[in-house]
């Protein structure tokens, strides 16, 4: 792995074929109904989210430049009815229409230096790991991003200015159940000794990520979590993206990176960090690839019930794992979070208590 871990350059890729999965009846359902009742035996919804949907109390902006431009852009997220998910809106396209963009896998356009969305008219917004990030990180469920520009403000590099942003917004509890989409089974995408896979997790969102890199100062390092509101902001929302200073002059050439300074980006040089400050974290390179991948995640289009573990993976791994997940049809399911916690009666044990049945993508 080299090179810059930031936004990079917007393109196309293949269409990916969309899944559904159809009603679970008989057996098959009561089984189903017996994995979700395991979920709120484990506590997930007292430890986790919780079992109803979120949007922000008020609209909050954020101001900054893009990575590769430099230009000025201007981000606001927006409240959003229940459903809704995330919705990026593209504004400021010198008179043209604003382009709307659901932050679904299928979205998008290009991973090389970072997670790209656009639709048949072409890359939109790039660089949109991070804000997801904090928005599924916080338990955000329904939010309008809208950005005036072609890439989401880079800020100071991590996930922490857009957390400040949420929290002055402030988070409000709608009625409607939340939905996840819960593995059932590990699906796993690698090449070249690079490696990711989803697997059946009853707590949650975990994230395991290892990375390597062929300098003194990184190395390799493992981290692994529990993704919970708390956890996101006090060890992961900080960690910045980073990049070597040996392939600066490369990407400027190539017309990225025009934006990076020391005010966005670690930088490391062959024996030391440039940055005046040094590292937030001993590990935060690594702290940043869990930041990424929580984010591209997000595109599953609702928050995961499954361990995710990325080995010297990136963006592009992010998506293929996620994305053959989702074309599986017998390896997830959608399932309602009861709203309140349920008490079962003694010896009902196996009766499917406030489990609503799966449903593919485009029919719930």
């Given at each position: 792995?080299?090179?810059?871990?930031?936004?990079?350059?917007?393109?196309?890729?293949?269409?990916?074929?969309?899944?559904?999965?159809?009603?679970?009846?008989?057996?098959?359902?009561?089984?189903?109904a017996r994995l979700g009742q395991?979920?709120?035996?484990?506590?997930?919804?007292?430890?986790?989210?919780?079992?109803?949907?979120?949007?922000?109390?008020?609209?909050?902006?954020?101001?900054?430049?893009?990575?590769?431009?430099?230009?000025?852009?201007?981000?606001?997220?927006?409240?959003?009815?229940?459903?809704?998910?995330?919705?990026?809106?593209?504004?400021?396209?010198?008179?043209?229409?604003?382009?709307?963009?659901?932050?679904?896998?299928?979205?998008?356009?290009?991973?090389?230096?970072?997670?790209?969305?656009?639709?048949?008219?072409?890359?939109?917004?790039?660089?949109t790991e991070h804000v997801l990030?904090?928005?599924?990180?916080?338990?955000?469920?329904?939010?309008?991003?809208?950005?005036?520009?072609?890439?989401?403000?880079?800020?100071?590099?991590?996930?922490?200015?857009?957390?400040?942003?949420?929290?002055?917004?402030?988070?409000?509890?709608?009625?409607?159940?939340?939905?996840?989409?819960?593995?059932?089974?590990?699906?796993?995408?690698?090449?070249?000794?690079?490696?990711?896979?989803?697997?059946?997790?009853?707590?949650?969102?975990?994230?395991?990520?290892?990375?390597?890199?062929?300098?003194?100062?990184?190395?390799?390092?493992?981290?692994?979590?529990?993704?919970?509101?708390?956890?996101?902001?006090?060890?992961?929302?900080?960690?910045?993206?980073?990049?070597?200073?040996?392939?600066?002059?490369?990407?400027?050439?190539?017309?990225?990176?025009?934006?990076?300074?020391?005010?966005?980006?670690?930088?490391?040089?062959?024996?030391?960090?440039?940055?005046?400050?040094?590292?937030?974290?001993?590990?935060?390179?690594?702290?940043?690839?869990?930041?990424?991948?929580?984010?591209?995640?997000?595109?599953?289009?609702?928050?995961?019930?499954?361990?995710?573990?990325?080995?010297?993976?990136?963006?592009?791994?992010?998506?293929?794992?996620?994305?053959?997940?989702?074309?599986?049809?017998?390896?997830?399911a959608y399932v309602d979070l009861?709203?309140?916690?349920?008490?079962?009666?003694?010896?009902?044990?196996?009766?499917?208590?406030?489990?609503?049945?799966?449903?593919?993508?485009?029919?719930?």
């Open positions: 792995m080299r090179g810059w871990s930031f936004g990079g350059p917007v393109g196309t890729s293949p269409t990916t074929t969309d899944a559904c999965i159809p009603f679970l009846m008989g057996w098959a359902q009561i089984a189903l395991r979920v709120r035996d484990k506590g997930m919804t007292s430890g986790w989210y919780g079992g109803r949907q979120t949007t922000l109390r008020e609209q909050v902006s954020v101001t900054g430049i893009g990575v590769h431009s430099g230009a000025p852009v201007t981000l606001t997220l927006h409240p959003a009815e229940p459903n809704t998910g995330i919705v990026f809106v593209r504004c400021g396209t010198g008179g043209q229409p604003d382009r709307e963009l659901k932050a679904h896998y299928r979205a998008v356009t290009a991973t090389e230096f970072a997670t790209v969305l656009g639709d048949h008219h072409g890359p939109a917004v790039s660089t990030a904090a928005l599924r990180g916080l338990g955000v469920d329904n939010a309008i991003v809208e950005v005036d520009g072609a890439e989401v403000p880079i800020m100071d590099g991590s996930a922490a200015p857009f957390v400040a942003a949420i929290d002055q917004a402030g988070i409000a509890t709608q009625q409607a159940p939340r939905r996840c989409i819960q593995v059932l089974k590990p699906i796993r995408v690698g090449k070249n000794g690079c490696y990711g896979e989803l697997r059946p997790y009853l707590r949650g969102l975990r994230i395991e990520v290892e990375i390597e890199f062929d300098h003194p100062l990184i190395g390799r390092q493992s981290y692994d979590v529990d993704v919970t509101p708390n956890v996101f902001r006090r060890e992961l929302a900080r960690a910045r993206t980073f990049g070597f200073m040996r392939d600066v002059a490369k990407l400027w050439n190539a017309g990225y990176a025009l934006g990076a300074s020391f005010d966005n980006t670690v930088v490391v040089a062959e024996d030391r960090v440039l940055n005046p400050e040094g590292m937030r974290f001993s590990d935060e390179c690594v702290r940043h690839k869990v930041v990424d991948a929580i984010g591209d995640l997000a595109l599953a289009g609702a928050p995961l019930l499954g361990a995710y573990r990325s080995v010297r993976g990136g963006h592009k791994l992010n998506h293929a794992v996620l994305s053959a997940l989702m074309a599986d049809t017998g390896a997830w009861p709203k309140e916690p349920v008490a079962r009666a003694r010896g009902h044990a196996e009766l499917p208590v406030g489990l609503a049945p799966a449903y593919g993508p485009d029919v719930s």
